[in-house]
């Protein structure tokens, strides 16, 4: 093999060890000396590129890091479809809201936190800003995190800010039969101009970004499904008034 390939026998014995990453051309090269063709030796191919750019995982050790990707994203994303099955959307978030998902805790650190996810907002109000696309769940604007006023305070803002020409809000009323993207819960996929999309998923004590090609496009068809699913921009924002103005009637 090595011989048809033009490599030395340690460097095909390190890619089958998995010491050592084939590029892309050199698996295409592989296949076709072995005689794979079709769809099994594009997926082969695919799978090799999708290789030099991993998904990672970032836990409390590298959560300033992540925050500093996620920014990098945020900024420099054409577009951001964010999926909100339990908590409303970061980059629409309030203070107070804003705390009580990080625990309601007085800290420098927490203030600190709350302060820059609040300030992330701005990107919304540049001359080149995103578009955002708030895809949420009927169930998440009802939950009263952090109480029934930080509820409403927040309700208001998700009104206000989807008057924004590039905020886009839809609500998936509750009473499904059946099960959807949302039952797997949340994400956040960012679009680029010029650059493959990426996906961004929270966890408990680990942040997690998906460069996967295989792996974005399924988000992306997730994101579709939801959008067929959810109610249209004017109905969600009829939804969310109402639920404002039934905390309003019950205070």
Known sequence: MGQHLDVSYVTLSRYESGARTPKPEDVAQILTTLGVRGARY???????????????????????????TLIEFETSARHITDVCTDVMPG???????AAA?????????????????VGRQNILYRANAPTLEVIITEHTL???????????????????MSELDNVTI?????????????????FVLFEFAKAAPIVHLEHVASSTSV???RETRAYQQAATTLRQI??????????????ANELERKR
């Open 42 to 68: 594009h997926e082969l191919v695919e799978m090799a590129r999708d290789a030099d750019q991993p998904n990672w995982v970032s836990g409390p050790t590298g959560a300033r890091r992540e925050l500093t």
């Open 91 to 97: 980059l629409l978030q309030t203070a107070d809201y």
């Open 101 to 117: 998902v990080m625990g309601n805790q007085s800290d420098a650190d927490t203030n600190a936190r709350v302060t820059m996810r």
């Open 142 to 160: 009802r939950e009263p995190l952090g109480g029934y006023d930080v509820l409403l305070e927040q309700l208001r803002h998700l009104a206000k």
């Open 170 to 186: 839809r609500a998936i009323p509750d009473g499904s039969t059946r099960w959807t993207p949302a039952h797997a819960g949340s």
């Open 211 to 213: 460069y996967s090609a």
């Open 230 to 243: 959810a109610m249209p921009p004017a109905q969600s924002a009829e939804l969310i008034n109402n639920i």
